[in-house]
């Protein structure tokens, strides 16, 4: 399978612990996404890397939000001191740099729910 | 601020006629266009695009048509069929925003046998 891979698939945790999501991009693909998608909402922009630099972070991710994506690969997306409001499907997808006609390939999400 | 619209959160459609799923935009920098798919507990899967230079794009069943001057652009499915039932998403890009896409609510398309 050469697709976008997100681990774990689901994640419940308890507030206020820290968890960590990984993605692994599809081998060739240079950039790489973070979304959050809520019940009843289209995915909405976290941040985005190009190679290991990452380039945006959306004002949605808080302090507490941390992505890195070493040597440009797998990517990881954490969460500190979770909250409820956190609770949402999260999206990894990757894309070539280019110019118009670039779409980018999601994964299976990782479904976070805090108690 | 919402800048890419889907109304409708939800479409029936019989088996065989067409579908017609619509979507608004409001920035006018936006210059590329897709349609994404998704099954409950999946991640959305690309259908089909479209660039701002051209009006209609079209793969096999499905095609996608742009208004620049409305801000508006829909995707027909024809025939429909049952296993076309899934949510389908709008988004947008710009060329000089990295390829970060900007997604409408979805719309959920039923198709009845």
């Known amino acids: 399978d050469t697709g976008v891979s997100q681990d774990p698939r689901h994640k419940i945790t308890k507030r206020g612990q820290n968890v960590t999501f990984r993605c692994d991009p599809i081998s060739e693909h240079n950039r790489l996404y973070w979304y959050r998608q809520t019940l009843g909402q289209g995915p909405e922009f976290l941040t985005y890397f190009q190679n290991e630099a990452q380039l945006e972070k959306s004002r949605l991710l808080s302090d507490r939000f941390s992505a890195e994506r070493p040597k440009g690969s797998f990517s990881t997306l954490e969460i500190q001191r979770t909250e409820q409001g956190d609770s949402a499907m999260y999206l990894c997808?990757?894309?070539?740099?280019?110019?118009?006609?670039?779409?980018?390939?999601f994964g299976q999400g990782t479904r976070l729910t805090v108690v | 601020d919402q800048q890419v619209k889907q109304n409708s959160p939800s479409l029936s459609v019989q088996e065989g006629r067409i579908s017609i799923l619509n979507c608004d935009y409001t920035n006018s920098m936006f210059d590329y266009f897709l349609w994404y798919k998704k099954y409950p507990a999946e991640g959305p899967t690309f259908l089909i695009s479209?660039?701002?230079?051209?009006d209609k794009n079209e793969d096999g069943r499905f095609t996608v048509f742009l208004n620049k001057s409305a801000k508006h652009l829909s995707l027909h499915i024809v025939p429909s069929q049952p296993g076309d039932s899934a949510v389908y998403f709008c988004?947008?890009?710009?060329?000089?925003?990295?390829?970060?896409?900007?997604f409408g609510q979805g719309t959920e398309l039923s198709v009845k046998p």
């Open positions: 988004a947008a890009s710009a060329l000089d925003q990295g390829g970060k896409l900007i």
């Open positions: 997808a990757s894309s070539l740099t280019g110019g118009i006609g670039t779409e980018a390939f």
């Open positions: 479209i660039s701002s230079i051209k």
